[in-house]
């Protein structure tokens, strides 16, 4: 009878991406022409999800904040990182992000 309060999964792809090392993210949009544009926003971080908020971390500064459920985010099918697509409470923007994972030879 209290099959309402049963807690959700944790999304598998958050799981994936908690706590990994990055080794730059790039912010992805367009120039006044139209033309696509990539930026580098930070290089040698992590990211952290925690409390609902995906937050990604380059050395001390947080160069990108937003909540998982406003947010859209999938991995690479090459598996070396991710796409968030979201508010981001830092800037004030809606943006559009590739983040990509440090590599460790296992």
Request: charged content about 30%.
């Given at each position: 009878?209290?099959?309402?309060?049963?807690?959700?999964?944790d999304?598998?792809?958050?799981?994936?991406?908690?706590?990994r090392?990055i080794?730059?993210?790039?912010?992805?949009?367009?120039?006044?022409?139209?033309?696509?544009?990539?930026?580098?926003?930070?290089k040698?971080?992590?990211?952290?999800?925690?409390?609902?908020?995906?937050?990604?971390?380059?050395?001390?500064?947080?160069?990108?904040?937003?909540m998982?459920k406003?947010?859209?985010y999938?991995?690479h099918?090459?598996?070396?990182?991710?796409?968030?697509?979201?508010?981001?409470?830092?800037?004030?923007?809606?943006?559009?992000?590739?983040?990509?994972?440090?590599?460790?030879?296992?």
């Amino acid at each position: 009878m209290l099959w309402f309060l049963k807690k959700k999964k944790d999304d598998p792809v958050l799981k994936s991406m908690d706590g990994r090392e990055i080794k730059y993210v790039t912010r992805i949009g367009t120039d006044e022409n139209g033309n696509p544009t990539s930026v580098i926003m930070g290089k040698r971080g992590r990211i952290v999800c925690i409390d609902g908020e995906i937050r990604v971390l380059c050395g001390e500064i947080d160069v990108f904040r937003c909540m998982a459920k406003d947010a859209e985010y999938f991995l690479h099918l090459s598996g070396d990182g991710v796409t968030v697509k979201g508010h981001n409470t830092v800037t004030g923007d809606y943006d559009h992000i590739m983040i990509f994972y440090t590599y460790y030879r296992k």
